[in-house]
């Protein structure tokens, strides 16, 4: 059985606990620290601890989210989830990647820092100007990728569930909040996504004492 070490509260870990979800693969979640064969990568996750995921798939050892989510999605998953054509898996893949480029560390530092109020404006800002280019996308189409869900979804709803968690003044941008709404309705994004507080350790979340 495919097994999975990192914390369920964290970004990065449910992007790879959702995508299980949607596929329906069976897994054992491993609590204990990860403790990968190779040296290199026992150092590389000593650094990061246990927020970064990895994967043991019959042997095959996996870390870092967006990579373990292509790799389900390519193995076990099936059109359109995981597109059918290179146009299309370059599409969802490129959102993948923005997530990390881009929204990333605007929100890493509003979730993860001591910023204040007028940081705390500054970098809301800069994450809703990143935001737009998701919000145009999704006035072209009902995700990102085009008519259907794919796997390219996933990071950015991650984010989108923490921008919506922070007590931050956020722009209004409508077709995100109708993408984000369809989110919601998916069993694997209330199973392993909602139901659990984000993790990390800045405090102005809305209507609850969680830490972000």
């Known amino acids: 059985m495919l097994r999975v070490w990192g914390l369920d509260s964290a970004a990065n870990a449910q992007k790879v606990f959702w995508c299980l979800g949607e596929l329906g693969i069976p897994y ?5 620290p990860a403790a990968p064969e190779s040296a290199r990568d026992r150092r590389y996750l000593a650094l990061q601890g ?7 798939d019959d042997g ?4 870092e989210g967006n990579a373990i989510a292509r790799y389900l999605a390519e193995t076990y998953g099936r059109a359109p989830f995981w597109p059918a054509t290179a146009k299309g ?25 001591t910023p204040d109020r007028a940081r705390t404006a500054e ?14 996308a999704l ?36 077709a995100i909040e109708a993408w984000y709404a ?16 984000p993790q990390g350790s800045f405090t102005p979340l809305e209507a609850s004492g969680d830490r972000a």
């Open 182 to 197: 369809r989110l919601r309705a998916r069993p694997a994004f209330r199973q392993h996504v909602e139901r659990r507080p």
């Open 139 to 174: 006035e072209r189409s009902p995700y990102l990728a085009g008519d259907d869900f794919t796997v390219g979804d996933i990071p950015i709803g991650i984010m989108a569930y923490r921008w919506h968690a922070l007590a931050i003044e956020r722009r209004g941008m409508p």
């Open 28 to 32: 054992e979640h491993v609590a204990a």
């Open 50 to 56: 246990d927020v970064v995921p990895m994967i043991d």
């Open 123 to 136: 970098l809301a800002r800069a994450l809703a100007d990143g935001l737009e280019v998701v919000e145009r």
């Open 89 to 113: 898996r370059a599409d969802a893949g490129r959102w993948m990647d923005f997530q990390l480029s881009t929204l990333r560390g605007f929100l890493h530092q509003l979730m993860r820092g």
């Open 60 to 63: 095959f050892v996996l870390f």
